[in-house]
């Protein structure tokens, strides 16, 4: 990316709005990453040269456009990406979209955004992109207002979702308070448990999806099946998980409530106050590694290298993509862990993670037909033209590229999922209904940083270091302290 004046100038905007939003944290760069990344996300490495400098800011890659310039803004190269393609699919577009990318490393992206969007002016973001871990800031939080419902770019929602088979629970995340979408994304991240083979066949005598789904609890919204796995396995000398953050975001994104009430106070749904036990029990039973998600260890349980063999992980298709293939120790089958891998259904619905897009409702009132054309394309779109075919296919950038779970089910059910990672599956057999399993009701704006104080404390409790009232008591006073927020009584 060819940097502008501009970085420099969002370098010193970024410095100022750091210190004037820290009262809002968002967690530490390791929290983050552990608790909201959807994977895909990861920044390139010209992104990441960009952000290290403050933004990496650029015209688009295609011939500049004659009609003006979209501002587009992310926190890593790939729908940036993605709008290369659209141009290069769409000739007589006439628009150049200038990129701006700051990673999200140390709460950098958010600040800058914001003060962007509350600047107003040439420069300001006319499409710009969200995460899970702070989505819900921009489109139903303290930055809605920005934001312009999908209605009002000449998008007939209703019509298009359903005829794209858009999961409830995206729709449901990217709606403002009024009930109106104003974001949508193009990944499916609903969960499933991601499973070796090789363990299955050794343990319970198969390897068939259906019937390790039947011996987990698979979509029984129950845990009690799982837990008689995980004892089985821990017989044979296996770990059920590698550590308790590969259940986490399972019993996160299933609780029946949010972190604060309708007060705005602090509570805690039981099935999140459950983890405490969940936890120490994975700790104390041996049915774990005691790992900590995206840490060293972690990664080596992937490839079959950890303290114990570990049968499984839980996530979304993102992180078999672009977590568990990566680290597990070969590029074919026969390698490493490579090929030893299959999907069913998880015990309870959930999903983690996502990147939604947004337009801003102060733009120039002659883009808004342009930015329409690129968010439908990208969100909406469930012909073989459109961008989530390609994505889910892999052919984005030629034949041979990664499958992915993306939002559209029609999309899903009309491509190919088989992957040799998972040993010839075809993961769209399982994320479709996975997707549609999860729920996106129990989320605030400030997830992000009262996961990170609860998974902290949670692991104190179960390494002993403290009793289970005092990590509950600390959990809410760090709560407290950092965000202001009181424990409802």
């Known amino acids: 990316m060819k940097k502008k004046v501009i970085a420099l100038l969002l370098t010193a905007v970024m410095g100022s709005s750091l210190l004037a939003g820290c009262g809002s944290g968002s967690g530490t760069a390791a929290s983050s990453t552990a608790d909201s990344t959807s994977g895909a996300a990861a920044v390139s490495s010209d992104a990441g040269a960009g952000a290290s400098a403050g933004a990496s800011t650029g015209s688009s890659t295609v011939a500049a456009g004659s009609k003006g310039v979209i501002n587009l803004w992310a926190f890593t190269d790939e729908v940036p990406k993605m709008v290369d393609k659209f141009i290069e699919a769409h000739p007589d577009f006439g628009y150049t979209v200038n990129p701006t990318i700051i990673a999200t490393t140390d709460g950098a992206y958010q600040p800058a955004l914001d003060a962007a969007l509350q600047a107003g002016g040439d420069q300001q973001p006319d499409i710009y992109c969200a995460e899970a871990a702070f989505i819900l800031k921009y489109s139903k939080g303290d930055m809605q207002d920005y934001a312009m419902p999908y209605k009002d770019l000449g998008i007939d929602v209703d019509k298009e979702t359903k005829a794209a088979q858009i999961a409830q629970y995206t729709m449901d995340i990217g709606s403002n308070t009024s009930g109106d979408i104003d974001a949508l994304g193009y990944q499916a991240t609903g969960g499933a448990f991601i499973y070796r083979r090789s363990i299955a066949k050794d343990v319970f005598g198969t390897d068939d999806p259906k019937e390790i789904s039947k011996i987990i609890g698979g979509g029984s919204g129950s845990w009690d099946k799982f837990w008689d796995a995980a004892k089985t396995l821990q017989a044979k000398g296996d770990a059920i998980v590698s550590g308790d953050g590969d259940v986490w975001h399972a019993v996160e994104n299933s609780s029946d409530s949010a972190w604060l009430n309708d007060a705005g106070q602090l509570q805690i749904d039981p099935k999140r106050e459950a983890f405490l036990d969940i936890s120490k029990n994975l700790t104390d039973n041996g049915w774990s590694n005691v790992t900590q998600d995206w840490q060293d260890a972690w990664f080596a349980d992937m490839k079959g290298e950890g303290q114990k063999p570990v049968f499984g992980f839980f996530g979304p298709a993102w992180l078999i993509n672009y977590t568990l293939a990566p680290n597990c120790g070969g590029k074919k089958p026969g390698e490493g862990t490579y090929g030893d891998w299959a999907i069913c259904d998880s015990p309870v619905g959930f999903f983690w993670g996502g990147t939604w897009l947004l337009a801003n409702k102060n733009m120039n009132s002659d883009k808004v037909a342009a930015v329409k ?57 399982y994320f479709i209904p996975a997707n549609n399993y999860a729920t996106g009701k129990n989320m605030t704006q400030f997830d992000e940083s009262i996961n990170t104080a609860w998974r902290d404390q949670v692991r104190s409790y179960a390494a002993g270091e403290k009793s289970r009232d005092a990590a509950i008591k600390d959990f809410k006073q760090t709560v407290s302290d950092n965000l202001g927020i009181e424990a409802a009584k």
């Open 373 to 429: 054309q690129i968010i439908d394309w990208i969100t909406l779109d469930c012909t073989k033209d459109g961008l989530q075919y390609k994505w889910a296919n892999g052919t984005l950038n030629g034949e041979g590229g990664t499958k992915d779970a993306v939002a559209s089910g029609t999309v899903m059910a009309m491509s190919d999922g088989t992957t040799d990672f998972l040993g010839g599956q075809n993961m769209f057999d």
